[in-house]
């Protein structure tokens, strides 16, 4: 099973930014889409961006023109630059790795704060 660890999260203020990181523990080829999601307490994890092995990306309609993913297979990782980022933002961030064949695998999660 593969091992996802996230990275990047903090403290920031509203209008400040962030870059988030997952590390594989395999080549990112291995998976057909990897992709952040986030959860507050109380509320069910929800889709924040992914990309696709063959480059097709997509955002939740919040976070469009604020948050950008990215990959860099050298590394086995994603990433994930938030910018503008607002109260709302705040969440455990977490990194999803979709397989050619089994269960998804998910990482620890990475707390982001915004507030003042």
């Known amino acids: 099973q593969v091992q996802l660890v996230e990275s990047g999260g903090g403290l920031v203020q509203p209008g400040g930014s962030l870059r988030l990181s997952c590390a594989a523990s395999?080549?990112?080829?291995?998976?057909?889409?990897m992709g952040w999601y986030r959860q507050t307490p109380g509320k069910q994890r929800e889709f924040v961006a992914d990309?696709?092995?063959?480059?097709?990306?997509s955002y939740t309609v919040s976070v469009k023109g604020r948050f950008t993913i990215s990959e860099d297979s050298a590394k086995n990782s994603i990433y994930m630059q938030m910018n503008s980022l607002k109260p709302e933002d705040t969440a455990v961030y977490y990194c999803k790795a979709t397989p050619r064949l089994g269960v998804d695998a998910w990482g620890e999660g990475t707390l982001v704060t915004v507030s003042s």
């Open positions: 395999e080549s990112i080829f291995n998976f057909i889409k």
């Open positions: 990309i696709s092995r063959s480059g097709v990306i």
